[in-house]
């Protein structure tokens, strides 16, 4: 018998949207067309939830669909005050094994997708911010407060991004640098000729995603459909 997930994505998608009103779909396809992954972020050991939180937000709100969480020291979590439900719109990417070295687990896992590491720090012979090269599919780097990022992001960087200042103080805080770096870098990209937006496919999984994430009682909506295509739940 055929349950729901065996419906086509496309089918699906239009059940779940059936639930919205059209000014939420429509806020959803306009929101998928500003999406990209042809930028995402890493935070390394960031423990001051008010800045992780804060960088989730600058995420969701410049475009960057997908974000990378490293924990090698200490525990992620998320403010909801700060974020103000950034997160529920965003992929998160866990590196939390005691047993691994989660850094380079990371940075292992995203230049097999394609990305060049960008190490984000003051201190280097770093690229300014507005000099970066926008058509190359980069991951920017952010580190725990104070130290910066760690000497194995900094040795395997394909290369350094600082943001000019002219004041006497050398540094940022991580939430304003990654807020300033991602608006700078997505505006640009989207007056290129560069690829950047989700394929059809990506967009019609977040359609889903976000129908599910949105839709009171999604889960007796779901059983219900599933008795009407004559499905026995308790199976």
């Not at 924990?71 to 529920?88: D, F, I, L, P, T």
């Not at 130290?147 to 290369?159: F, H, N, P, T, W």
């Amino acid at each position: 018998m055929i349950k729901i997930y065996d419906m086509t994505k496309e089918e699906l998608v239009v059940y779940l949207e059936s639930y919205l009103t059209e000014r939420r779909k429509n806020l959803f396809q306009e929101v998928l067309s500003q999406r990209t992954r042809h930028f995402t972020v890493a935070i390394e050991d960031v423990f001051q939830r008010h800045n992780a939180s804060a960088v989730v937000r600058s995420c969701e709100i410049f475009g960057v669909q997908d974000i990378h969480i490293i924990e090698n020291k200490y525990q992620y979590k998320v403010s909801r005050h700060v974020a103000k439900g950034a997160q529920k719109w965003l992929d998160f990417h866990w590196y939390k094994n005691p047993e691994e070295d989660n850094t380079q687990v990371c940075i292992d896992k995203l230049k097999a997708d394609g990305y060049q590491i960008i190490a984000t720090t003051p201190h280097n012979e770093s690229c300014m911010l507005h000099d970066f090269d926008i058509t190359k599919k980069s991951v920017f780097f952010f580190g725990v407060e104070k130290a910066g990022l760690s000497e194995k992001v900094m040795s395997q960087a394909d290369g350094f991004l600082k943001i000019p200042m002219a004041g006497f103080t050398e540094s940022l805080n991580i939430s304003v640098a990654a807020a300033i770096i991602l608006q700078d870098v997505t505006q640009r990209l989207r007056q290129s000729d560069v690829a950047w937006q989700l394929s059809e496919a990506e967009k019609l999984d977040k359609r889903i995603d976000w129908a599910k994430k949105t839709i009171n009682n999604v889960e007796k909506i779901i059983a219900w459909k599933e008795q009407q295509l004559g499905v026995n739940t308790s199976d």
